[in-house]
């Protein structure tokens, strides 16, 4: 290494062959190195991971969750944590986007298209929400902590919306969409029926044509004229 080298031909061994005072600091520098630039493990943030879920299953409400009991949980110092999420909000949203069905790649091919799978990937959250036992209770409680709900809006629920407002302009853009009106309205005319069945109307059903069905009766309305 080239501070190795330097350290060598600077200062040499003391008395004794022990290393003299410089060459100890510039061994030492060499030891730290590695440390600060060592990558994150794999490993432990998927220990941290499975430590909140574990300790959500065994009912923990979330305000009972801090750093220090996932640290003893996961087998990690707090430092090992703060140094992939700035709180616990910021991981507590990191665990629940893993527990979620991921965010759906888009066709690209039209509005209609990208519109369908972005309404079925909400259909199939609102069908995981029922399933799951532990997500449902996590977004019970969400509600209660302000910082925690904010974050996962800011860092979840915004940028879906800016998703489905860009398929939007894409739309009225290529003429597949009346651009005589407002985007966010257009936003929730698409979106809020299936927000209704998948979380406001828990029983109602979510057949696997819902997206398509809901997509095509409200484009009927929003397609332009015919020339």
């Known amino acids: 290494m080239a501070g190795g080298t330097g350290a060598a031909r600077g200062t040499g061994t003391a008395t004794g062959g022990r290393p003299g005072p410089a060459a100890a600091r510039g061994a ?10 060592r990558p994150r493990s794999e490993a432990a943030e998927r220990s941290i991971r499975d430590a909140v879920v574990t300790l959500l299953e065994d009912g923990l409400p979330l305000g009972d969750i801090s750093i220090e009991r996932i640290a003893r949980t996961a087998g990690v ?10 709180d616990k909000e910021e991981l507590f949203v990191d665990v629940l986007r893993d527990i979620e069905p991921p965010d759906p790649d888009l066709p690209g091919t039209c509005a209609r298209d990208d519109l369908v799978v972005m309404l079925e990937s909400v259909r199939l959250r609102g069908l995981a929400q029922r399933s799951s036992a532990l997500l449902h209770n996590v ?10 709900w904010d974050a996962y809006v800011a860092t979840v629920i915004d940028p879906r919306r800016a998703t489905v407002l860009e398929i939007l302009r894409r739309g009225v853009a290529r003429g597949e969409i009346r651009g005589d009106l407002d985007i966010d309205l257009l936003n929730d005319l698409i979106v809020g029926p299936m927000l209704v069945r998948a979380v406001m109307r828990p029983d109602a059903p979510l057949p696997a044509d819902l997206a ?5 009766a409200v484009l009927e309305g929003l397609a332009p004229p015919p020339p």
């Open 139 to 148: 977004r019970a409680q969400m509600k209660s902590h302000p910082r925690l």
């Open 212 to 216: 398509e069905r809901m997509v095509a």
């Open 28 to 37: 030492g520098a060499e030891a730290e190195a590695p440390r600060r630039g």
């Open 77 to 86: 110092g707090k430092a090992t944590i703060y140094r992939r999420w700035a």
